[in-house]
C-alpha cells in the first residue's frame, strides 16, 4: 500500500470516475485503475463499483481512513517546512454558516497579510456534520457552537451570542420587543433538530422555566430556519448572527431575556498536535474575533461573556 494508492481511490471518491480522477490528479486513467486494481488485490476487496459506478461499502471505509492518512502526511510536511514565522501548507478549517459569513472575509485576509503561504480550505457546515469531520481528521479545526461532548476535541470557547426569537410581522408575536419564555409553552414554533447542539440549549432552556417547546417543524441549518420566519412560515429562535445586519425586511427580533447566550468555540483533535497552518489560523481567528467581534450586534468576546469555557 503506497500513497499514490490512496490518492487514486480518494480521487475517486470525490470526483466520481476514474477518468475524473485522472484529471485532478494530473496523469492518465490506465495509471488510476492500476493503483486501485493493486490496492483492491492486497486488502481482497473490490473497493469500487465497475458497473454501476461509485464506492463499494469496503471503498468508503477505505477512503475515510485514507483521507486521514494523507491530511496526516500533509500537515508532516506543512511542518518540516515552515520555519518561525515562514509557514507553509494548507490548513482545512470548518467554520458554521452563521459565523462563517462574517468571519471568513476578515480570517482570509489576515491571514493572506501575515502567512502568505498558507492555504486554507474552509468548509461551511452545521456543527453535527463539522464535529465527525474533525474526529476523523478530515478537518484540522472547526468553529462549532456549544454543548460538544468529545473528550478527544481541545474545545476553546471563542464568543458569546444572544439568542431571540425571529418573527414575520404578521405572526401574532410581532409587535413585543420582549415576552417571557412562559408565552412560548407549547407555541409551534421552527426549531433545530431535537439532540443538535442549539437544540439542547433551547430544550435545557426551557425545561428550567417548566415550558415545553412544540416544534412546527425541525429544520437542520441556522440559516435555513432564520430565512424560513423570514417568509413568514412560523417563529424561530436563532442567533443573534443569522441575522445579518445589512437585511432589512417585514421581520422583527423579540427578546426572551429567559435564553441564555449561545457559545462559539474552536475544536480540533487532542493528538496529534495541529500543524503550523492550523496553529497560525486559530490564532489569526482568536484576533479577528478580538478587534471585530463587537461590530456584530448581538455578539460578545471575552472571558466574561464566556461563562460554559473549559481548559483544552
Known sequence: MDVRQLSAIVAIADHGTFSAAARALYTVQSNVSGHVSRLEKELGVILVDRAQGGLTEDGSR???????????????TSDV????????GQTRIGII??????LTPSLLTSLSNSHP????????????????SVM????????????VDEPELVVDPLFAEDLFLLVDEKHPLAGLPEIPISELDDEPLLLPPTGSALRKVLDRAASVNDVTLRPQAEIDGVRLLASLAFDGFGAAIVPATAVPTWLDGSFQRVTVPELPRRIVASARRRRPSPSAPTHVALEALREVIAEQGEQQPGVHPGTSALPTARPG
Open 136 to 147: 476523523s481528521g478530515e478537518l484540522n479545526a472547526a468553529v462549532i457552537h456549544l454543548p
Open 117 to 132: 503561504n498558507v492555504r486554507t480550505v474552509v468548509r461551511e457546515g452545521a456543527s453535527s456534520s463539522l464535529v465527525p
Open 62 to 76: 477505505v477512503v475515510e481512513r485514507a483521507r486521514r492518512v494523507l491530511n496526516e502526511i500533509e500537515d508532516i
Open 97 to 102: 454558516g452563521t459565523t462563517a459569513r462574517w
Open 81 to 88: 517546512t515552515s520555519r518561525h514565522d515562514q509557514v507553509a
